[in-house]
């Protein structure tokens, strides 16, 4: 059985990363046509924006790197737009409590993957991302925060 090359591991790393930003990407949509306040809206969509960016810049990444790049989530997608789902049930709040959890999560992927030994341009654009979803997770725990 051979070892993965260090560009084998980065490949997985950086798919990882791409699924779950693609399932970031359903929870938004979820929540955008959930949500009811237009102030929201516009600001999850903007993050939907930046999950989509991230999503064509590390797929170039990939490439570059001799793979492939995946076209959609996993079954997280699943987990994450269904927590958005149920939490419409609740409202606004609600939805964007989902979203918080669904930023938690995201925050710990780009968190790990930042920190892997990977070039200096791929370790920049993970932490540009990683910068993304602390400020992502910032607005919502803060809208919830004048929510309540």
Request: hydrophobic share 40%; no cysteine; net charge negative.
């Given at each position: ?17 791409i ?29 939907l ?5 991230h ?63 990977f ?30």
């Amino acid at each position: 059985m051979s070892t993965a090359t260090q560009s084998d591991v980065m490949i997985k790393s950086l798919n990882n990363v791409i699924q779950m930003d693609f399932d970031a990407i359903a929870a938004y949509r979820a929540a955008i046509e959930r949500v009811e306040t237009i102030e929201y809206k516009a600001k999850l969509l903007e993050f939907l924006v930046d999950h989509e960016r991230h999503v064509a810049e590390l797929s170039e990444v990939v490439r570059a790197e001799g793979g492939t790049p995946p076209d959609r989530g996993d079954f997280r997608q699943f987990l994450t737009k269904g927590q958005v789902v149920i939490a419409n049930l609740g409202g606004d709040i609600t939805i964007l409590k989902a979203m918080r959890m669904n930023e938690d999560q995201t925050n710990k992927k780009y968190e790990h993957a930042s920190i892997e030994d990977f070039p200096e341009h791929i370790h920049t654009l993970l932490l540009n991302g990683l910068a993304d979803e602390r400020r992502h997770r910032a607005w919502i725990r803060a809208t919830l925060e004048q929510l309540h």
